[in-house]
Every structure is written in structure tokens, then in C-alpha cells.
């Protein structure tokens, strides 16, 4: 046994052998690439620990007669590109801003927050000052600190998820002009707003319970591969482009033409999904990743609550174009995948401190995001009119005007 051991080490030497010996080209190269890596997750969490966040909470009026549109102005603000140059980078760790928008409900109080680094807090508040004049925005604390979930051995219980699209990022959602809000005539008695549903659910949970949504947002920019390339990349728009050459490919194939120059004849279906293509990729885009917990206290979990939260986005899918799917729930489907629940206990733990952090385009917990445009974002998170009749969903119940200019002074 023991000489068959050193026959098998010396035929591994054999072929080791030369890589050691040329150890003095190879490996400065990859202490390097080492140094580097823990350099610049070192530094960029470092700049990360010393951003001031604030939480700006949107108290609405009892009466809102503007569409989703005015919400996508508000959110184009959100746009915010700049990262620095490549000093500020490598040596100061800056990475590129980004928010989070949250629905939540506390025991079926419905709220709409907005997490920012405080640098961007006056930008907008003064957005939705100009489009939502009645409305008020006020700084509150963070609410996910007065929930202190420490898996089984705490109160709290806990499910959440992810959330990802089900085609390309180039592929719409339904939106709200899918929807027709964006006819400023029609009535409000008329009107189908489908974000009612969403805020629905979030008002039908009761004591003890808790409905986080947080969508973080940032602003896109060139991060998918180039096919053919190894280090060029190229943005969501040129992948719609791809998307839409394939389409009329194809098309062209169906007509037993293979020439570039053969006639294209395209489905009625073909057409729609190209201008929606089109169309979608003509406005700002950004960065996205979603997630969902359901929260409850002592013995109030609801299981009905946690199939609720699955489709909470689901009446923004389309068959033809895109839509949302589950990702990363904290369960598994059979019993032998996580033996005494050890690795779902982890997950949640996980799912928990990521919500709290905001984290998801840098680590601790970096994912690979998926593009929404401004009107896709101002579909699922906007500020309902008077459509929505959820009973605790708070507005203001007085409303702020200026004050008479003729007044003594």
C-alpha cells in the first residue's frame, strides 16, 4: 500500500514539476490578481460602511389624479451614473449609488419607502414635491430594526424569496400603458391599476405580522458578455437589438429564404414583440434586483400568505414577453434536500440580513441583476389613486396649499 502511494506521488510530481520550477513567471501574475481581488472588496466595503443612509417614507393624498407617468419623472432622478474615475475606484473603493424602493406592511399598515444615501435626499424630495404637490415625505427610521429574527431559536418566523424575469432583460413586462393609465381622461372609476392587487395583500395581514418588498435599483450600464469577445461588453439595448435580428431571422427561414436580402414576413405576434422590444429599450434603464419576506410573531404564520407573495407580480406577465418568476426561496421541494432544516435555517438568516444590508449589486451579497426601464419600474412601484380603497392604506386626510399672496404682513 505504502509503495503504491509513492509510485502515485511521484508520477503527480512528474507532471507538477514543470509548473513549480517556472513557479517565478506564472505566479506573480496570480498573487497579484489575489492581491487586487482582496484589495478591492476590502476597500469598496469600506467606502460602503461610511455611506449615511436615510429612509424617506411618502404619506399620500386622499385624492391622486395624475398616472404612473409622474412617478417614472420621479424615478428618472434615481438614474444616477456616476462612479468616479478609476483612482477613485481602485484606491478609494467609490462604486456606483443606488436606492431602494420598499412596500411594507407593518400588522396591514400599508407604507411606501425610499432608501437613499442622504446626499440624494433633497433631489427627491423635491421630485415628488413637483409631481405629487399634496404629498408628504417625511424621514423615518429604519423599520427592519425592530424585527430581530435569529431563526429557530427566536419569536419571529420567517419566508422570503427572490424574485427574476422569466425571458431577456430586453422583453417588457405589462406596464401601466399596457394597462391604459396612461390616458389621462379616463375616469378613476375606470380605471384597472394593477399594483391594487399588490397593496391588497399587503393590507389583508394582521397583528404580529409583517410584508417587506424591497426593489433596489441602479443604473445600468454596459455588463453583458459580446458574443464573440472575451473582455467586450455591450448593454441591455444591443441585446435587444440581438433579439430582434434572431426574430427576423427566423422569420426569414420560415419562408425558405436564407439570403439577407429574401423578403421577411413576420406574424402579427412577431411584429408586437418587436415594437415592444423596441419601445422598452428606448427609455433609461436599470439595474434591478427584487426581493419579499413574510414576517410573523409567535404563532400567526400564515402559509396563505406565502403563496400570495409568490404572485405578487404576476399580473405583470405576459405570455408573448416577460414576466416575473420565484428565485431563491427559503424552502426546498423535498424533505431529503436539508436535513433538519439546517440549510434553510441558513437561508432565511441569509435572506434576512441581506433585506436589512440592501445589499445586491455589491457583496456581501452580490447578484447578478436584471434590467427594468423607468415605465416598468414606475408600474410596479408607483403611488395609486383613489382606485385603491385599501382600508389601511394611510393618506393624508388634510390638504396643503400655499397661502394667499394678498395677506398682511
Not at 167 to 186: M, R
Amino acid at each position: 500500500m505504502y509503495a503504491e502511494f509513492i509510485e502515485l506521488f511521484t508520477k503527480v510530481f512528474a507532471i507538477l514539476k514543470p509548473i513549480i520550477y517556472n513557479a517565478q513567471y506564472w505566479a506573480p501574475f496570480v498573487l497579484g490578481f489575489a492581491f487586487v481581488s482582496i484589495w478591492l472588496r476590502y476597500i469598496r466595503t469600506k467606502w460602503i460602511s461610511n455611506i449615511k443612509w436615510v429612509i424617506l417614507e411618502v404619506k399620500l393624498p386622499r385624492e391622486i389624479f395624475k398616472s404612473p407617468l409622474a412617478m417614472e419623472v420621479v424615478l428618472n432622478a434615481l438614474y444616477q451614473t456616476s462612479s468616479g474615475e478609476w483612482f477613485d475606484h481602485i484606491f478609494k473603493g467609490r462604486v456606483k449609488n443606488w436606492f431602494s424602493l420598499e412596500l411594507v406592511s407593518i400588522e396591514g399598515e400599508v407604507h411606501f419607502f425610499i432608501r437613499t444615501n442622504v446626499i440624494y435626499k433633497d433631489i427627491i424630495e423635491a421630485q415628488i414635491y413637483g409631481q405629487y404637490p399634496t404629498a408628504e415625505v417625511y424621514e423615518v427610521p429604519d423599520y427592519t430594526k425592530y424585527v430581530d429574527y435569529k431563526g429557530k431559536e427566536g419569536d419571529w418566523s420567517l419566508w422570503g424569496l427572490e424574485y427574476r424575469l422569466t425571458k431577456e432583460d430586453a422583453y417588457p413586462i405589462k406596464t401601466y400603458v399596457d394597462y391604459g393609465l396612461d390616458n389621462e381622461g379616463l375616469k378613476e372609476e375606470h380605471k384597472t391599476d394593477p399594483i391594487t392587487s399588490a397593496l391588497e395583500f399587503l393590507g389583508s395581514v394582521g397583528k404580529n405580522e409583517q410584508i417587506w418588498i424591497q426593489i433596489l435599483v441602479q443604473s445600468t450600464g454596459k455588463r453583458f458578455k459580446k458574443p464573440g469577445k472575451w473582455f467586450k461588453k455591450r448593454d441591455w439595448k444591443s441585446e435587444g437589438e440581438d433579439l430582434i435580428e434572431d426574430i427576423i431571422k427566423k422569420a426569414r427561414h420560415r419562408r425558405g429564404g436564407s439570403s439577407e436580402n429574401a423578403p421577411v414576413i413576420l406574424t402579427k405576434i412577431e411584429e408586437n414583440i418587436i415594437t415592444a422590444i423596441e419601445r422598452n429599450t428606448s427609455k433609461l434603464g436599470f439595474d434591478c434586483g427584487i426581493r419579499g419576506a413574510y414576517l410573523s410573531k409567535g404563532d400567526t404564520f400564515n402559509v396563505s400568505n406565502i403563496f400570495a407573495l409568490v404572485g405578487a407580480f404576476r399580473q405583470y406577465n405576459s405570455n408573448e414577453l416577460n414576466g416575473f418568476k420565484v428565485s431563491n426561496p427559503t424552502s426546498f421541494d423535498f424533505p431529503w434536500q436539508d436535513f433538519k432544516d439546517i440549510r434553510v435555517n441558513k437561508k432565511k438568516k441569509k435572506i434576512f440580513d441581506a433585506y436589512k444590508r440592501r445589499s445586491y449589486f455589491y457583496l456581501p451579497y452580490k447578484k447578478k441583476p436584471f434590467v427594468l426601464n423607468s415605465e416598468e419600474l414606475a408600474t410596479i412601484y408607483h403611488f395609486p389613486g383613489g382606485v385603491a380603497e385599501t382600508p389601511t392604506f394611510g393618506r393624508v386626510t388634510s390638504k396643503k396649499s400655499e397661502p394667499p399672496a394678498n395677506l398682511p404682513i
